[in-house]
Antibody, heavy 117, light 110 residues
Framework: EVQLVESGGGLVQPGESLRLSCAASGFTFRGYSMNWVRQAPGKGLEWLSYISSTSSTTYYADSLEGRFTISRDNAKNSLYLQMSRLRAEDTAIYFC??????????WGQGTLVTVSS | QSALTQPASVSGSPGQSITISCTGT?????????VSWYQQHPGKTPKLMIYDVIKRPSGVSNRFSGSRSGNTASLTISGLQAEDEAHYYCSSYASTNTLLFGGGTKVTVL
């Protein structure tokens, strides 16, 4: 069974940094591209970032303005999102999502990030 | 403002068919076959319902179908059931190497 389990969310102050992790199991992690998607409370889905299976290619939403960095460790079956200079508008549930040619076929349960003073 | 445009809400009676539109541009929906649709029930994670414009993942009811005409993709739900009441989101890969989402459509079963 495919499982994606996010962790690392929590309450942070504006301007601080946070690193999210996603532990993958039940499939050959190194064979898939991965994405991060977020959903602000009561809002729609927002794509954030993509990383290829070998980490050779990464893409980001323009709205992030270079503040987030996606990475992965295939030896640990893990995906990461390093977030810096956090703002109140970054408050959302962050989902780790498996990618198959730009269709997002398996989603984690998400981890909540709250940015507030 | 979302990159892809969806109606905010669509409703129908049980047994009816409804169609949700998703309008983009010639740089995303109109060019690439990477159009997907997701269903999200309240408090749940999104579920892939349609991918590559028209394909259905294993386990998804054949009451759900996808199509495209020009820069607009559509999701049709036939034989509407109470369990279909949810939010639906479209997505498309774009020439800017990004994935675009629609703003979401709330489907109400009357």
């Amino acid at each position: 069974e495919v499982q994606l389990v996010e962790s690392g969310g929590g309450l942070v102050q504006p301007g601080e940094s946070l690193r999210l992790s996603c532990a993958a199991s039940g499939f050959t992690f190194r064979g898939y591209s991965m994405n991060w998607v977020r959903q602000a409370p009561g809002k729609g889905l927002e794509w954030l970032s993509y990383i290829s299976s070998t980490s050779s290619t990464t893409y980001y939403a323009d709205s992030l303005e270079g503040r987030f960095t996606i990475s992965r460790d295939n030896a640990k079956n893990s995906l990461y999102l390093q977030m810096s200079r956090l703002r109140a508008e970054d408050t959302a549930i962050y989902f780790c999502v498996r990618d198959t040619f730009w269709s997002l076929d398996f989603w984690g349960q998400g981890t909540l990030v709250t940015v507030s003073s | 403002q979302s990159a892809l445009t969806q109606p905010a809400s669509v409703s129908g009676s049980p047994g009816q068919s409804i169609t949700i539109s998703c309008t983009g541009t010639s740089s995303d929906i109109g060019y690439f076959n990477y159009v997907s649709w997701y269903q999200q029930h309240p408090g749940k994670t999104p579920k892939l319902m349609i991918y590559d414009v028209i394909k259905r993942p294993s386990g998804v009811s054949n009451r759900f179908s996808g199509s495209r005409s020009g820069n607009t993709a559509s999701l049709t739900i036939s034989g509407l059931q109470a369990e279909d009441e949810a939010h639906y989101y479209c997505s498309s890969y774009a020439s800017t190497n990004t994935l675009l989402f629609g703003g979401g459509t709330k489907v109400t079963v009357l």
